[in-house]
């Protein structure tokens, strides 16, 4: 038999090099050893946020989350491990409070708060070759609420001052210190899913202070507070009242600017001198006078009168009638609204009506399709954080007389401002939604008021559910 001899060549030496590597960096992987070679094939990690700041509350159920993107060239996204790290104040929250879910190139990452104030978490994302790379989270938290089961933070704006149901579990918020509205989803705390901003459209720099709201169909009304600034001080856009109109829903909802009219306050104004200054409405609007105070200006609740689409109830947190301690909360009807907001015509008004709150007044008023108002009664003094508040009933009949449903806490931050919608209330353990105004609250222990904070992302409100008596 002819033996065959193969040369070696250049060549074939190379081919059998590789052969030969391949096998033995597949050995190494196999035993777990990290060779140098092996490592060169990968990039540095990348690790990326849906937002630098994070905020969630001492007993917080369903705190907001923020999304956390890795890669590594060379290597699959779900061969990388995320983790906390460091944390520059674990009495806040240490690396233990942090939880990281997801095995792709998105990972969802919760913190669970341990006390109020502020932390630096250092979240770390280790990838294949021995290589990593770190980020840094923002993390505030507020303190422990009542009922925190009950609660929903939204965030984004902490000034929440009306709401519109729009179906399907999410209500549009709007804000007293911008002319954003926000749809937010009811059920969770968490940013909002859309906003809308119409200065442009409504031909304002400064905000409207928005202070009430309501729907009829898919018009949605809006009304500022009317009043002076807090310094007494007439600001324009302050007089304006608009619509929106919203088309979808619920997680689809989207709005669209109607009409506004500018001239509510100086027809209401008028209509009370004309009837001999019962509510002293042009000494409340009068230069110097500051709007909440027990004799000043200041609408704060927008509804329809029963089975109307024309007329419009507006509620007053000042004045009372008498504008003394103990007085009435007031209800002037604008008979004409869907006009004055359709045409631009001159508002015209029925007979004031006096609602006896137990000398609160009116920071939000709403029904249902069963013409079952609630009414949402507050102080008229500016520090009302701490003063008394209550759920009534009424059927929004002139001369019949509101019923207490509830009283309302007043030992957490905010006060309770906007009714998001009506339920049933002739069902035993009804339920409602209600959202505070927490621009003025120091969430975080460091005497900074909400309105102030420099991130968004720390700025919110709380929505929370009662159980009607």
Do not use: C
Request: hydrophobic share 40%; charged share 20%; net charge neutral.
């Amino acid at each position: 038999m002819k033996r065959t001899t193969r040369r070696t060549t250049p060549g074939n030496r190379q081919r059998a090099t590789r052969r030969l590597g391949v096998a033995a960096l597949a050995a190494l992987t196999l035993a777990g050893v990290n060779s140098p070679a092996l490592a060169t094939g990968y990039g540095t990690p990348t690790i990326t946020f849906s937002a630098s700041y994070l905020s969630g509350a001492v007993g917080g159920v369903g705190d907001p989350v923020v999304d956390v993107t890795v890669g590594q060239s060379g290597a699959d996204a779900s061969a990388l491990v995320v983790s906390a790290t460091a944390s520059s104040k674990a009495s806040v929250a240490g690396t233990g409070d942090v939880t990281v879910t997801g095995a792709g190139a998105v990972r969802q990452l919760a913190v669970t708060a341990r006390g109020r104030g502020y932390t630096n978490l250092t979240v770390k994302v280790s990838g294949l070759g021995g290589k990593s790379a770190t980020k840094t989270l923002s993390y505030a938290a507020s303190a422990a609420v009542a009922n925190p089961a009950d609660a929903r933070y939204l965030v984004g704006a902490s000034d929440s001052s009306a709401a519109v149901d729009v179906g399907g579990g999410y209500t549009v918020v709007a804000d007293d210190e911008s002319n954003v509205l926000r749809l937010y989803d009811r059920s969770r705390s968490a940013a909002p899913l859309r906003t809308w901003d119409f200065s442009s459209q409504l031909g304002v720099s400064k905000e409207v202070d928005i202070e009430g709201a309501t729907r009829i169909g898919d018009t949605v009304y809006w009304t500022g507070s009317l009043g002076n600034n807090k310094d007494g001080e007439y600001k324009a856009p302050r007089n304006t009242v608009f619509t929106t109109t919203l088309s979808g829903s619920g997680a689809g909802a989207q709005l669209a600017y109607g009409r506004s009219y500018k001239k509510l306050r100086d027809d209401l104004v008028a209509w009370d001198k004309g009837n001999g200054n019962r509510y002293r409405f042009a000494a409340g609007t009068a230069d110097g006078e500051a709007p909440k105070q027990i004799d000043g200006f200041n609408v704060e609740g927008l509804e329809f009168a029963p089975g109307s689409t024309t007329t419009a109830y507006l509620g007053f947190r000042a004045p009372l009638a008498p504008a003394v301690p103990g007085g009435k909360a007031l209800v002037v009807p604008v008979s004409n609204f869907d006009k004055v907001l359709s045409t631009g015509a001159k508002a015209t008004f029925g007979a004031g009506i006096e609602l006896d709150l137990g000398g609160l007044a009116i920071r939000d008023i709403r029904k249902n399709a069963a013409n079952q108002y609630l009414i949402l009664a507050g102080s008229w003094a500016a520090d009302d954080n701490s003063d008394p508040y209550a759920l009534y009933q009424w059927d929004g009949v002139a001369g019949h007389a509101p019923v207490k449903r509830a009283d309302l806490p007043t030992t957490d931050p905010g006060g309770w401002e906007a009714i998001v919608e009506v339920p049933d209330l002739s069902v035993a353990g009804a339920r409602v939604q209600l959202i505070t105004d927490s621009g003025s609250a120091d969430l975080y222990g460091d005497g900074t008021e909400a309105k102030d904070l420099t991130h968004a992302e720390w700025k919110k409100a709380r929505a929370a559910w009662f159980t009607l008596n």
